[in-house]
């Protein structure tokens, strides 16, 4: 089932510094207005003439640019990989990322580095971004690897993001590391039939 959303105007907001960041880092014609229809648009124009490595590359620049300078260094001193930072860190995502992924749940797990319990899963009922593109790639490429990688090499707080493409949600853990790409299982997925991407033969 198909769910729909309704968008506020922090969400709007949000949606249009995200896509401004992505139109300039693609040197992508302004968008006719601002709506997740426009921001799926230019997420696939992202992906023209891209390998993985290079669609993972430009959102890995577009979350580096919204740091200051010294950024990482402050980020690192401050959520050092502890059970707070972990947390702190899943409830702002659940708080901040909405617009792009639907609602969200905090959850507790004990898959974390530290092996012990604490609220740093964040579960995504039904990812938006996914149902809209239907893209796997997309999700793959432009979301998950490229968030694990900075906030894991980048920001020193390790995170594993595991998409689950039967039902559309997923799920972000916190003081995870994530695992060697070829051991990802989220990787091996094949291409999503439906996509307007896809191969005939995928």
Known sequence: VKVRYED????????????AKIGAA????????ISYD???????????????VGMGDVTAGVIRSLVPPGGNAAFRALFPPNRFSCELNATITKIVFAWMVGPM???????????????????????????????????VNMCKCATQEVFTDDFGLPLTIKP???????????????????????????????????????
Not at 119 to 129: F, G, N
């Open 26 to 33: 693609i040197d992508a014609p302004k968008p006719k207005e």
């Open 38 to 52: 426009e921001f799926i648009a230019l997420c696939f124009l992202q992906m023209k003439g891209r390998d993985a």
């Open 105 to 139: 749940e905090v959850e507790t797990t004990t898959e974390n580095d530290l092996g012990i319990e604490m609220a740093s899963k964040v579960h995504i009922k039904k990812c938006r971004w996914l149902q809209e593109s239907g893209c796997t790639a997309m999700c």
């Open 164 to 202: 689950n493409f039967e039902n559309k949600s997923c799920d972000f853990y916190f003081g995870l590391t994530p695992p060697p790409i070829e051991k990802d299982e989220a990787l091996l997925f094949g291409c999503n039939a439906l996509c307007a991407t896809a191969a005939p033969d995928s």
């Open 8 to 19: 506020s105007a922090l969400d709007l907001a949000l949606m249009a510094w995200f896509m």
